[in-house]
């Protein structure tokens, strides 16, 4: 078997910012598998957040290529759980899924909804810009906004409503919130008809949800990567984001969603900014799942080839030639 590992870089529209930075591309990592006959192929997102970068990536691919009888269940005892991880084991789905004839959905006996609906991120910006954002969207049923943990993110989603007053709203605060923000924002945000709050206190800090009051049901996004974080995340969330770079795959993710399940959980399948590969893996856990976040294409000045198609954000079934 061999395995390739290159860089893309992709022009985003329009720079994309959350409460951490800002970004005007996206830079993946793409793994081919091939066995001589087929070839099989991934995208991780390299998240900075956790130290992550494309030379890094690289770096934990390559130290595995020399490895003989590789395979999903291998991979997930060679790498953590990270882009590398998740590059790789999509790519080997995807191999299998050639080499099989099947598409993956079958191969992981997971059942399909030919159409989904996903949200569309509006970035963090002033208050006018993303009321601007999302009267552009305004036919978008579903729009999630970040918000940046100051003392504008109330006026930023009055704006938003205002402007799309019959959207549904997700936000997401990527750890930006303290507690007294929380306490302060919440009652009026339930008041805007706000349905989730995403990650409003860091990883490392959100012992403290566990004492207060959840008028809005909370998502746990940065805190949350495989099923091993389950147990501690209990009593303090209603839900969890689900994306396939921070589970290492679809085979970590597909064993996340199981166990989030038992454990009472709600799910959201959510993705990092990436090409339709990215999105396609994810896409088959969405068909069960309670909110979908899968725009990374949206978000992109092109995508690559037989990407997903998005129609008034519904997204449809992955191309052969694509993956899966």
């Given at each position: 078997m061999l395995i390739e590992a290159k860089e893309e870089v992709w022009p985003l529209k329009q720079p994309f910012r959350?409460?951490?930075?800002?970004?005007?591309?996206?830079?993946?990592?793409?793994?081919?598998?091939?066995?001589?006959?087929?070839?099989?192929h991934g995208e991780g997102v390299p998240i900075r957040r956790y130290h992550q970068s494309v030379a890094s990536v690289l770096k934990q691919i390559e130290t595995i290529t020399s490895e003989k009888s590789l395979d999903r269940g291998r991979i997930q005892e060679l790498l953590p759980a990270g882009a590398a991880r998740n590059a790789l084991d999509c790519a080997l789905w995807d191999l299998e899924a050639k080499i099989s004839g099947k598409r993956v959905w079958e191969?992981?006996?997971v059942p399909m909804v030919h159409f989904l609906e996903t949200s569309f991120t509006i970035s963090l910006d002033t208050p006018e810009k993303m009321a601007a954002a999302?009267?552009?969207?305004?036919?978008?049923?579903?729009?999630?906004?970040?918000?940046?943990?100051?003392?504008?993110?109330?006026?930023?989603?009055?704006?938003?409503?205002?402007?799309?007053?019959?959207a549904r709203l997700l936000i997401d605060a990527n750890e930006s919130w303290s507690p007294s923000h929380y306490r302060n924002i919440v009652p009026a945000l339930k008041k805007l008809m706000v349905e989730l709050i995403e990650q409003p206190f860091p990883a490392d800090a959100d012992e403290i949800l566990e004492t207060l009051d959840h008028a809005v049901p909370v998502c746990a996004d940065e805190s949350c990567h495989t099923s091993a974080d389950l147990p501690r995340l209990t009593n303090r969330y209603e839900m969890i984001n689900v994306k396939l770079d921070k589970t290492g795959g679809l085979t970590e993710a597909l064993r996340l969603c199981k166990h989030a399940r038992k454990s009472g959980f709600k799910l959201l399948i959510g993705c990092m900014v990436g090409t339709s590969l990215s999105m396609a893996?994810?896409?088959?856990?969405?068909?069960?799942?309670?909110?979908?976040?899968?725009?990374?294409?949206?978000?992109?000045?092109?995508?690559?080839?037989?990407?997903?198609?998005?129609?008034?954000?519904?997204?449809?079934?992955?191309?052969?030639?694509?993956?899966?």
């Open positions: 959350i409460s951490r930075g800002s970004r005007t591309e996206a830079r993946v990592v793409v793994v081919t598998v091939t066995d001589g006959q087929h070839a099989g191969l992981a006996n999302a009267k552009a969207s305004a036919k978008a049923p579903l729009l999630k906004l970040k918000l940046g943990g100051d003392d504008v993110d109330l006026a930023r989603v009055e704006a938003v409503r205002e402007a799309a007053p019959m893996p994810a896409r088959l856990l969405a068909s069960a799942s309670d909110y979908v976040d899968l725009d990374g294409p949206l978000l992109l000045a092109r995508d690559r080839d037989c990407g997903l198609t998005y129609e008034n954000n519904r997204i449809g079934l992955p191309d052969r030639q694509l993956w899966g």
